[in-house]
């Protein structure tokens, strides 16, 4: 079966610091992977998607970035974060058109 | 802007009734419906998905799709406390990569 980790669980960064979030899908080859961030009070907002190693398709213009080194693994990034970079952040694997899963997900906050 | 729309609720329904839940959505060539729940501070997980017009049933969850109505709405049975969360319904428009998500409803189920 398939499994997706993510981590870390919480972080709490200043605002301007850099970020790294983590996410690797266990059971399952070449998959396509998502970003997605919840803020609050607010719906799931995709921000990244890719179909393959290397390939990485942005949806919402930002200070994020996103990068797949390999197949399974799929990483978020900031250089400088702002405030309203907080949030619930999840990773997703699924089937073009189909079901997606979700990750445990990463709480930021960012002071 | 595509939309998935869903009352935010809270909706509270006693333990052992019927919760029904809805969602309306904008692109007619949407063509996968899923129905998530989200415990506070958890990841969504999937509980349902549908793709044809009609009912679908799984366990104490019902489906029904609508694509002539635009509509989608989740039944549960025999509600319990522990049903008690957050429903996201997504829907992926012209098997694209990307699943669009709904708001959310909060269900509170009361003993």
């Known amino acids: 079966s398939q499994t997706i980790h993510q981590w870390p669980a919480t972080l709490v960064q200043p605002v301007g610091s850099p970020l790294s979030l983590e996410c690797t899908v266990e059971g399952t080859s070449n998959p396509n992977l998502y970003w997605y961030r919840q803020a609050a009070g607010r719906g799931l907002q995709l921000l990244f998607y890719s179909v393959g190693i290397g390939q990485i398709s942005s949806e919402v213009p930002q200070n994020l970035s996103a990068s797949r080194p390999q197949d399974r693994q799929f990483i978020l990034s900031s250089k400088k974060l702002l405030l309203s970079d907080s949030g619930f952040y999840l990773c997703?694997?699924?089937?073009?058109?189909?079901?997606?899963?979700f990750g445990p997900g990463t709480r930021l906050t960012v002071l | 802007q595509k939309e998935v729309e869903q009352n935010s609720g809270p909706l509270s329904v006693p333990e052992g009734a019927i919760a029904s839940l809805n969602c309306t959505y904008s692109d007619r060539g949407s063509q996968s419906f899923f129905w998530y729940r989200q415990y506070s501070g958890k990841s969504p997980e999937l509980i349902m998905s549908?793709?044809?017009?009609g009912d679908k049933e799984d366990g104490r969850f019902t489906a029904q799709l609508n694509k002539a109505s635009q509509y989608v709405s989740l039944l549960i049975r025999d509600s319990q406390p522990s049903d008690s969360a957050t429903y996201l319904c997504a829907v992926n428009e012209n098997s694209g990569y990307a699943l669009n998500f709904g708001k959310g409803t909060s269900l509170l189920v009361t003993p």
């Open positions: 549908i793709y044809s017009n």
């Open positions: 997703a694997w699924g089937l073009v058109g189909d079901t997606q899963y």
